[in-house]
T-cell receptor, first 113, second 115 residues
Framework: KAGVTQTPRYLIKTRGQQVTLSCSPISGHRSVSWYQQTPGQGLQFLFEYFSETQRNKGNFPGRFSGRQFSNSRSEMNVSTLELGDSALYLC????????????FGPGTRLTVT | KNQVEQSPQSLIILEGKNCTLQCNYTVSPFSNLRWYKQDTGRGPVSLTIMTFSENTKSNGRYTATLDADTKQSSLHITASQLSDSASYICVVTRRAPGGGNKLTFGTGTQLKVEL
């Protein structure tokens, strides 16, 4: 069974631009969660989608948004990029979310200049 | 405040030696605790997941313990190998008011195994 895939793997953007990241979960998984990972803050939860609905949300500004499609694929969008948004963005999928095992993708490395 | 603290922040050991990583948490209400291994440039990979009633779980050379009373967990690595060099992240899940769960991550312990 194929694992979680994320595209693109690397991205360089300029301050003020917007970016869209994509995540394809493991086949059959309905829950997709997004995380931001920085050296100083570690992994921080952005949001979780389940059956096309946002089920949980972390403490990030409204510039960070996401959505999930009927095939469970998910996208994350960051508008008006700031230098501090430079990070590794990880996507994780699970069967139902919650207490179920999460499987992480390789991440998208975003650099904002 | 829901927090997960890990110690030490970094650790260097010789190949073949054992080591123990610590995780203390204040997350409530507790649902489960997970240990992940993250190699540089890759996504985390789950090592163990423990619920309230479990106090030990093993995965090969990795053994995790949980004391729900003191809110402490440890990850013991036996007979370390060079491939164990990675960041080890403790994650505690709590039940969210609106349903589902929320995860709180520790900042990880960076382990380096040397010859």
């Amino acid at each position: 069974k194929a694992g979680v895939t994320q595209t693109p793997r690397y991205l360089i953007k300029t301050r003020g631009q917007q970016v869209t990241l994509s995540c394809s979960p493991i086949s059959g998984h309905r829950s997709v969660s997004w995380y931001q990972q920085t050296p100083g803050q570690g992994l921080q939860f952005l949001f979780e989608y389940f059956s096309e609905t946002q089920r949980n949300k972390g403490n990030f500004p409204g510039r960070f948004s996401g959505r999930q499609f009927s095939n469970s694929r998910s996208e994350m969008n960051v508008s008006t990029l700031e230098l501090g948004d430079s990070a590794l963005y990880l996507c994780a999928s699970s069967l139902e979310g919650g207490g179920y095992e999460q499987y992480f993708g390789p991440g998208t490395r975003l650099t904002v200049t | 405040k829901n927090q997960v603290e890990q110690s030490p922040q970094s650790l260097i050991i010789l190949e073949g030696k054992n080591c123990t990583l610590q995780c203390n948490y204040t997350v409530s209400p507790f649902s489960n605790l997970r240990w992940y291994k993250q190699d540089t440039g890759r996504g985390p990979v789950s090592l163990t997941i423990m619920t309230f009633s479990e106090n030990t779980k093993s995965n090969g050379r990795y053994t995790a313990t949980l004391d729900a009373d003191t809110k402490q967990s440890s990850l013991h690595i036996t007979a370390s190998q060079l491939s164990d060099s990675a960041s080890y992240i403790c994650v505690v899940t709590r039940r969210a008011p609106g349903g589902g769960n929320k995860l709180t991550f520790g900042t990880g312990t960076q382990l380096k195994v040397e010859l």
